[in-house]
């Protein structure tokens, strides 16, 4: 693999490993500081990332940490029923854990995965989601971490519900650091779909 496409597979992993921490908790202060000084030029100028990216970066740059934390309280927290789920089970059967559920861990079982006992939420939050993503483009077993892989769980256990999921984060009337995030979410996701349609 030449550079260039290894340092391309290490910014995809890092992408989903940066989604998994912002969707699943308020972020870590020490997250949002390296945030804010995160350069906001892509590489090569005009690349589908950078103007979503330069947002998002902006809006936390604009809000403080308490702020970011109050928000994805108001959206994903509370007792009971959340204001916005990010759970595929919801988006695609409008329940949660459903038939989704169970085929997403019979696929994780396939690749030697399964849920921490200490991690309250079910396997089809977008935060697991993305953690598993980033294991399949950073893991060292290449049986398991490669780019069929990578593509069989994308196209099974993301691209159907994802851009649902940006949409009701995005239409959100309390949604701003959140929007942003779900604006960039969507269009990487697209990049990603893009991508891998060019290995059929």
Same mark, same amino acid.
């Given at each position: 693999?030449?550079?260039?496409?290894?340092? #391309?597979?290490? /910014?995809?992993?890092?992408?989903?490993?940066?989604?998994?921490? =912002?969707?699943?908790?308020?972020? /870590? /202060?020490?997250?949002?500081?390296?945030?804010?000084?995160?350069?906001?030029?892509?590489?090569?100028?005009?690349?589908?990332?950078? #103007?979503?990216?330069?947002?998002?970066?902006?809006?936390?740059?604009?809000?403080?940490?308490?702020?970011?934390?109050?928000?994805?309280?108001? =959206?994903?927290?509370?007792?009971?029923?959340?204001?916005?789920?990010?759970?595929?089970?919801?988006?695609?059967?409008?329940? =949660?854990?459903?038939?989704?559920?169970?085929?997403?861990?019979?696929?994780?079982?396939?690749?030697? =995965?399964?849920?921490?006992?200490?991690?309250?939420?079910?396997?089809?939050?977008?935060?697991?989601?993305? #953690?598993?993503?980033?294991?399949?483009? /950073?893991?060292?077993?290449?049986?398991?971490?490669?780019?069929?892989?990578?593509?069989?769980?994308?196209?099974?256990?993301?691209?159907?519900?994802?851009?649902?999921?940006?949409?009701?984060?995005?239409?959100?009337?309390?949604?701003?650091?959140?929007?942003?995030?779900?604006?960039?979410?969507?269009?990487?996701?697209?990049?990603?779909?893009?991508?891998?349609?060019?290995?059929?």
């Amino acid at each position: 693999m030449s550079s260039s496409a290894l340092d #391309e597979e290490i /910014a995809r992993a890092e992408v989903y490993g940066l989604l998994a921490q =912002l969707y699943y908790a308020p972020p /870590a /202060a020490e997250l949002l500081a390296a945030l804010r000084v995160a350069v906001t030029d892509a590489p090569a100028r005009g690349g589908f990332l950078e #103007e979503p990216w330069r947002t998002f970066v902006g809006v936390a740059r604009a809000m403080t940490d308490a702020q970011i934390a109050a928000e994805h309280d108001a =959206l994903f927290g509370g007792v009971g029923k959340p204001d916005v789920y990010l759970f595929g089970s919801h988006y695609l059967t409008g329940f =949660l854990n459903e038939k989704p559920l169970a085929r997403l861990r019979d696929d994780l079982a396939t690749l030697g =995965l399964s849920r921490d006992e200490a991690m309250p939420e079910t396997e089809d939050h977008i935060a697991y989601l993305c #953690e598993v993503m980033r294991y399949l483009i /950073a893991g060292d077993d290449v049986g398991v971490a490669n780019l069929t892989r990578q593509r069989d769980f994308f196209t099974r256990h993301l691209q159907p519900w994802v851009n649902a999921m940006c949409d009701a984060v995005a239409a959100h009337p309390k949604a701003g650091f959140y929007a942003a995030l779900a604006d960039f979410t969507r269009v990487f996701a697209g990049v990603e779909a893009q991508g891998f349609d060019m290995l059929e």
